[in-house]
């Protein structure tokens, strides 16, 4: 991991993309926000995403969410969660792609039901010292 690794306006664009896709997961369609972001991290498009060069950094978040779900099943929406606390997890996961670190690695060390109930914790500090955080907790 790339920890001196400082991230362009593109890169953060697509953290914010992917913010605003998880954040948008329950609304938009009817998702269970769990599953969705664990199938999402540990899929396809997150994979496809972790390169330095995909098509999908420049895929828009209503189009990558339609493309995800049309190759992907993902359970209901069961309970609403924090939508702040998506975007937060949906940003934060792929920053920490960018520093190099695959996104099925990322949800094995930072599973998003742990990550969600850190966020009241995480959310203020700087995005590097959450990421420090999460892998220190892990080893």
């Not at 199938?39 to 828009?60: L, Y």
Request: glycine share 6%.
């Amino acid at each position: 991991m790339d920890w001196d690794k400082e991230l362009t306006g593109f890169e953060l664009a697509v953290c914010e993309n992917q913010a605003t896709l998880f954040e948008e997961c329950q609304i938009a369609y009817g998702c269970d926000a769990f599953d969705f972001v664990e199938k999402f991290m540990t899929g396809e498009v997150a994979a496809q995403m972790d390169k330095k060069v995909s098509s999908f950094h420049n895929t828009g978040t209503k189009q990558l969410g339609e493309y995800f779900l049309e190759i992907t099943t993902v359970l209901p929406i069961k309970r609403k969660r924090s939508t702040e606390a998506l975007y937060w997890l949906g940003y934060t996961y792929r920053y920490w792609a960018w520093m190099g670190v695959s996104s099925s690695k990322i949800i094995e060390i930072a599973p998003v039901e742990k990550a969600y109930m850190l966020y009241e914790g995480f959310h203020t500090l700087d995005v590097k010292e959450s990421i420090r955080l999460f892998t220190e907790r892990a080893t």
